[in-house]
């Protein structure tokens, strides 16, 4: 009888653990399917649909060493950037536009999406994670910082 | 006399096909596009009104490589025009990587060249537009970025090569313009107008662009 208890209980927390885990999944999906359009509509145009970039004039996000600065990447999908950066060994020099209509949750999913693509990645990129990197984030000179 | 009828089948298909054949050629012609314009000239002493079809008229631009390019460097020439420039964030880096398409795809063809003109010559010098081609992979005369005064293009664009292109400063980098590619003949006529932006809108225009080729070598 006590065993039997025991053992209801086992498999009890082995459900639970499973449901928490495919919740979990499920929002990974979400975000990286939510994250696939947003790319599509605010990065795709220059960094191309497969991730490429476009010869030297936009980096690649595809076998890109610049995705290992994860804090920096989720700062300029937000704030754009401008000035020269080296992407595997070429400079780059073209004004990246900030998209400061780009929510939280929006950062998240596109940040999802990338690493999960391209960042080997096979976790989400939480609201609370963007968030925290966001307020870290050097702001851009006269420009106001959204709330 | 079932070998007879047959044989009077065969004719009448293959004289179907030749006049399928017959027709082929002239449906295959891309159409010339825009209005007809009415010019009077003098024939014989007496006054008559012809038609002509729109063209491009001659022009003034500096290119990339800091020389005067004209309509005569486009002689003998199908190219292909387009209108962006290099700060646009919307759809000129669509445009730019779907006419790199087409550059790679006709790369050293004598017949076809490109010319994209800038509508932000005040940011897009000539230094500013040879980095940018470099950047792009482009070498040679090919493939022409232009620059000039700002009402010179902005009315070759609209008038000529029947594109928007205005200033807005509500819209994202202060320009609103088309992303149309128009493909031009070597007497100067506007053959096609095709979406710059999409990979189907370019896959046609080289389709065209195929065709057009063609036409000159009848």
């Known amino acids: 009888m006590r065993e039997t208890i025991q053992i209801n209980y086992v498999v009890g927390l082995l459900l639970l653990v499973n449901a928490c885990q495919s919740e979990e999944e499920i929002k990974r999906q979400k975000y990286i ?34 995705l290992a600065k994860k804090d920096s990447v989720i700062c300029l999908i937000r704030s754009g950037q401008q000035g020269p950066i080296i992407v595997n060994g070429q400079t780059y020099n073209r004004i990246m536009p900030a998209n400061p209509q780009l929510s939280e949750l929006e950062i998240a999913e596109i940040a999802t999406y990338i690493y999960n693509k391209w960042g080997n990645e096979t976790v989400t990129t939480d609201i609370k994670t963007v968030r925290e ?15 | ?18 006049g399928v054949a017959g027709c082929g050629p002239s449906n295959n012609r891309l ?6 314009q009415a010019v009077t000239k003098t024939v014989n002493g007496k006054e008559v009104v012809d038609s002509v079809d729109h063209t491009i008229p001659n022009f003034r631009f500096v290119s990339q490589y800091n020389d005067t390019v004209t309509a005569n460097t486009l002689d003998g020439k199908i190219y292909v025009a387009d209108f962006f420039f290099v700060n646009c964030p919307t759809i000129c880096p669509k445009m730019k990587t779907q006419m790199k398409r087409v550059y790679d795809r006709y790369k050293g063809n004598p017949d076809v ?21 470099e950047n792009l992979g482009v070498s040679g005369r090919q493939w022409l970025f232009v620059t000039g005064l700002k009402e010179d293009i902005y ?64």
């Open chain 1, 33 to 66: 399917t939510e994250g696939k359009q947003l790319y599509k509509t605010y990065c795709a145009n220059c960094h191309q649909a497969d991730g490429t970039g476009l010869a030297n004039l936009y980096p690649p996000l595809n076998g890109s060493d610049y």
């Open chain 1, 133 to 147: 990197q966001l307020a870290q984030c050097a702001k851009p000179s006269g420009q106001a910082v959204a709330p």
């Open chain 2, 1 to 18: 006399m079932p070998a007879s009828t047959s044989a009077n089948n065969l004719l009448v298909l293959l004289g179907l096909l030749v």
């Open chain 2, 31 to 36: 159409p010339v596009l825009g209005e007809k």
């Open chain 2, 113 to 133: 060249m490109m010319l994209s003109h800038t509508i932000d010559p005040e940011h897009d010098s000539v230094a500013v537009l040879k980095e940018f081609a």
């Open chain 2, 155 to 218: 009315e070759i664009g609209q008038k000529s090569y029947m594109v928007t292109a205005a200033e807005d400063k509500t819209a994202p980098g202060g320009v609103v313009h088309s992303g149309a590619f128009i493909l031009i003949d070597k007497e100067k006529r506007v053959r096609g107008v095709y979406d710059g932006t999409t990979e189907e809108g370019v896959n046609k225009l080289m389709g065209d662009i195929d065709k057009l080729l063609a036409e000159y070598t009848q």
